[in-house]
């Protein structure tokens, strides 16, 4: 995979997140739920003034914002210093191409609506999953590959070239 193609995900995935959240600000009203799987799956748009899951939601606007433009910035600079140290891996530069599509997509979000647009809602009877969006997908794919990389893969052996090792 030559680094055309990590520029490709990159794109792809920025503009299917913000077209779909675009899509969803602009055909539902917050906190209007349309079913597409019936008993698992349906739209319902809510904005996330906070980080995952709702933390730094409570705080003041002033340190919500900071904390968050800070959490951003430290995320985006440790991604960045992990894309150059695993130039030669390119699962993980997959993973940190998806995570760093996923942060950028909802750090727009923050400028543009003051909270993170989220409209997919899975659950299982009354088990709901917190409201996400494709954004929030690429960063838990991606940290997801990378959490594997680290636990199955002999990255420390340059001979296993990141072969799976399974033991």
């Known amino acids: 995979m030559k680094n055309w193609s990590l520029y490709l995900l990159f794109f792809l995935t920025l503009f299917s997140d913000q077209f779909s959240k675009k899509a969803a600000v602009s055909k539902l009203y917050v906190g209007e739920t349309v079913n597409v799987i ?7 748009l809510v904005y996330n003034p906070g980080a995952a899951f709702g933390m730094f939601a409570g705080l003041p606007d002033f340190q919500r914002r900071l904390a968050l433009f800070s959490v951003s910035l430290l995320a985006l600079g440790v991604v960045f210093y992990m894309m150059k140290e695993t130039k030669e891996d390119r699962p993980s530069q997959v993973a940190l191409t998806a995570i760093l599509a996923g942060a950028v997509g909802n750090l727009i979000d923050r400028f ?14 009354d088990y709901h999953w917190p409201a996400f969006n494709i ?6 794919v991606g940290v997801t590959i990378l959490m594997f990389r680290l636990l199955f893969t002999d990255v420390g052996d340059p001979k296993s070239q990141g072969r799976v090792v399974v033991s």
């Open 112 to 125: 543009r609506y003051d909270g993170v647009v989220d409209f997919l809602d899975v659950f299982w009877g």
């Open 38 to 44: 019936e008993n698992l799956f349906n739209f319902t």
């Open 135 to 140: 954004a929030d997908s690429a960063i838990s």
